[in-house]
């Protein structure tokens, strides 16, 4: 006990990283789902922010706020993998337009579902505030803490982003 105590002093323990990975190893593969649009990237963002906060467990001044840590982290790296992928795609050859691309197949089955059309839609940062405020349950200053803007513009974002998804999901006024 002594040991986890001192471990808890200055960060946080491998076992709380332990116990926060067994029980929201799940919630935040499913954020990672809805900021990106394949499960193999989803499963190497969330491995990648477990390392992450592993490797910087010492820094973690308050270790209840692990859980809000990681979710940054997976949000953090998500924004990177869609960069990196644009870059990525700006740099191949454009496919002759009469040739399907390989991926088509794979991404028909990923966009039957409306909402996730409809949140590809939006712009970035409104779709990491309405997938944070209402998929993950955050509050607006939990939000607002984990993209660093301010609770207002978080109520705004997310204002704008639920009009537009009433719009791309056809239940426009």
Do not use: W
């Not at 953090?76 to 990525?88: E, H, P, Q, V």
Request: hydrophobic share 45%.
């Amino acid at each position: 006990m002594g040991s986890a105590a001192a471990a808890d002093a200055t960060g946080a323990s491998v076992d709380l990283l332990t116990e926060t990975y067994q029980a929201h190893y799940r919630s935040l593969l499913r954020l990672a789902a809805l900021l990106l649009d394949d499960l193999s990237s989803c499963e190497d963002v969330v491995q990648e922010a477990f390392i992450r906060v592993h490797a910087a467990r010492r820094r973690v001044r308050e270790p209840e706020k692990t859980l809000a840590y990681l979710r940054q982290t997976v949000v953090n790296l998500s924004r990177s993998t869609l960069r990196r992928r644009i870059l990525g795609l700006r740099l191949l050859p454009k496919p002759m337009p009469d040739m399907a691309s390989a991926e088509e197949g794979a991404y028909d089955a990923l966009e039957r579902d409306e909402l996730r059309i409809a949140l590809r839609g939006l712009q970035r940062r409104q779709r990491e505030v309405l997938v944070l405020r209402y998929y993950a349950d955050l509050t607006e200053a939990q939000v607002a803490e984990v993209l660093g803007v301010s609770i207002g513009s978080v109520k705004a974002y997310g204002s704008r982003g639920l009009a537009s998804l009433r719009v791309l999901m056809g239940g426009g006024r």
